[in-house]
């Protein structure tokens, strides 16, 4: 999913895409990490925790809708305002009647070089669980979690049957050259590991293209590449 400035286009193109999504049989639907806005962690601004919102705010609201119109599930992130000064970043898994079914909150914050998540988020405090749908048991987490096995086998462990990884990440584009086929290769690799090791199904799905916060910054070069292992 290649993302813009405007949240509001964000998410109604999200909104068409499940709705296009449904009408090919779709019955689990995985939006990215952070979908509604551009990847705003590359840079640390006071004025970005503004586009913060509750659990009960427009993007719920707006994707629970689409969910129950298209009978379908969907696992959403929001960039969560739980409370004056602390945020999460926050998957809500919301099923077909449009109610939502469960909350996970991402564990493991990166701090890198256009990584910058420690200033925005507080680690989760929900634990490691899995939702019953029709489907069976599904557990998520998000992004950076991928890249620690005990998060999938602790999810696994709750009975969940598929995992999935709402995901940004991407490569620096001056790095890309020199490291970025085994960078993907090891994004690859970890979650497949996951779904071996704990025979379950792990889906990731990422955006794509290339997000500058400005025009002095090289910005990170989405790779893509969703999958299902």
Request: aromatic share 12%.
């Amino acid at each position: 999913m290649r993302l813009g400035k405007d949240a509001d286009k964000n998410l109604n193109k999200a909104l068409e895409m499940i709705g296009d999504a449904s009408k090919k049989g779709a019955g689990i639907i995985c939006l990215p990490e952070l979908f509604k806005t551009e990847y705003f962690c590359q840079s640390e601004e006071v004025k970005t925790f503004e586009l913060a919102e509750s659990l009960n705010g427009k993007t719920v609201k707006e994707i629970s809708r689409s969910a129950k119109e298209n009978n379908v599930l969907v696992v959403t992130s929001i960039f969560e305002k739980r409370n004056e000064g602390v945020y999460h970043n926050t998957n809500v898994i919301i099923d077909e009647k449009g109610n939502t079914i469960g909350t996970y909150r991402k564990m493991h914050i990166p701090d890198d070089p256009s990584y910058y998540e420690k200033y925005y988020f507080t680690p989760g405090d929900l634990g490691f669980q899995s939702f019953k749908t029709k489907y069976g048991k599904i557990g998520t987490l998000v992004c950076w979690d991928q890249w620690f096995p005990e998060g999938a086998r602790l999810t696994a462990l709750q009975g969940a049957n598929i995992l999935f990884y709402p995901t940004a990440i991407g490569w620096h584009p001056k790095e890309k050259e020199r490291y970025g086929k085994a960078q993907l290769d090891s994004w690859i690799t970890i979650q497949r590991s996951h779904a071996i090791a704990n025979g379950v199904y792990v889906a990731a799905v990422n955006r794509v293209g290339l997000e500058k916060r400005n025009e002095k910054s090289d910005g990170i070069q989405f790779w893509g590449n969703s999958f299902i292992s």
